[in-house]
Every structure is written in structure tokens, then in C-alpha cells.
């Protein structure tokens, strides 16, 4: 599975525990909508450490949290 996608699949699992939308979670965190939408859809984008960071901040949790899944082995 490419990166891409796993961060994708993660994000959207990160929302769904928490019951809100990836475009909230895009706008509370500060991030541009169309750096989410890329982030969800296109396969070969790859999101920079800070949009990470950020999203991961707003989520309370740290990036060892977020890479900790199925997803990255």
C-alpha cells in the first residue's frame, strides 16, 4: 500500500472515532481544503510533516499515535 493512501485510510479512521468530518477536522486544525482533499484522494500525494503535525495536534495525539496502526507495518 502506498503511504498516501495509508495517511488517507487514517485520517478517516482518526474521524469516524471521533465523530466528525475530515473538512472539520481540515478547518479546526487550520488547513487548507484543498490540501485535505489531496491528502484523501490522490494516491500519490504525500502530506509534509507539519500538515501532519498539525492534524495530529488538533486530534490530541502524537505522530507515534497516528503511524501506530495496521496500516504502516
Given at each position: ?5 495509508a495517511i ?11 465523530s466528525i ?48 496502526s495496521y496500516?504502516?507495518?
Open positions: 500500500m502506498k503511504i498516501g493512501l488517507a485510510i487514517r485520517i478517516v479512521e482518526l474521524c469516524i472515532e471521533r468530518s475530515p473538512k472539520e477536522l481540515s478547518t479546526q486544525a487550520g488547513l487548507p481544503k484543498h490540501t485535505m482533499t489531496r491528502i484523501l484522494y490522490d494516491e500519490n500525494f504525500e502530506p509534509r510533516i507539519e500538515e501532519l503535525k498539525r492534524l495530529c495536534d488538533h486530534l490530541e495525539i502524537t505522530m507515534r499515535d497516528f503511524f501506530d496500516l504502516f507495518c
